[in-house]
């Protein structure tokens, strides 16, 4: 039943999202005061993120809404929904970086943790609760980008080491991409391509900075 398989994965979001917060605030070198800012304002976004998504499957399907909204509601959202969500809550924080001083950095640096850890154990569960047999090759690879950021946190500049895990991801996912009959993130089936796009944006926004700064 769709309106299940709704329940189902949000179920397992809401977990992965949970440890990852947790393994955040307990592994941090932060003041719990700076942590628990961090934590909300992760949060924050996040609920933003699934409220685009509803809102997105919507748009997408709007007429179908319009004649049996819930039709749209009961049924999971697809990976275009994703796509556009991620396009809104990125204008969301290109705007308030620019009239609230969001600091943008700062909050990518403190949700990689976060979402590494909720990928990890969100393909964990894919895994033992689903049986997918699938999901190995996402396990193993949030595994390796989770040792590579444990190991190198502390020794790299946090700009470099967020580049690093994003190219390493993205090139990863993209090889799952040719590997496996499709790869996800979070349960959206995602399009090659959008791997390429990711890697490539991140490539040329650390080479900008790094170029300004010099000049």
Request: proline fraction near 3%; aromatic fraction near 14%.
């Amino acid at each position: 039943m769709p309106s299940t398989t709704v329940l189902m994965s949000l179920a397992a979001n809401i977990i992965s999202f949970s440890v990852g917060l947790l393994a955040y605030y307990l592994s941090s070198n932060l003041s719990s005061k700076d942590k628990r800012k961090n934590v909300e304002q992760i949060i924050s976004y996040l609920i933003n993120l699934i409220l685009f998504i509803w809102v997105a499957k919507i748009i997408l399907q709007l007429p179908l809404f319009l004649s049996d909204p819930i039709a749209v509601l009961a049924y999971p959202s697809n990976a275009q929904a994703f796509y556009l969500a991620l396009l809104l809550l990125t204008i969301q924080m290109t705007y308030q970086v620019k009239k609230s001083g969001l600091q943008l950095q700062n909050l990518l640096i403190n949700a990689i943790p976060v979402i590494l850890v909720a990928s990890f154990t969100y393909q964990f569960i894919d895994i033992v609760w689903q049986n997918n047999s699938l999901a190995w090759g996402n396990f193993i690879l949030m595994l390796l980008l989770l040792l590579i950021y444990l190991l190198v946190k502390d020794r790299i500049q946090s700009a470099i080491l967020f580049l690093c895990l994003t190219v390493i991801w993205a090139i990863g996912k993209l090889i799952l991409s040719y590997a496996l009959p499709f790869t996800t993130i979070f349960s959206y089936m995602i399009h090659p391509l959008f791997f390429v796009m990711i890697g490539l944006i991140h490539i040329c926004i650390f080479l900008f900075k790094r170029k300004k700064v010099s000049s």
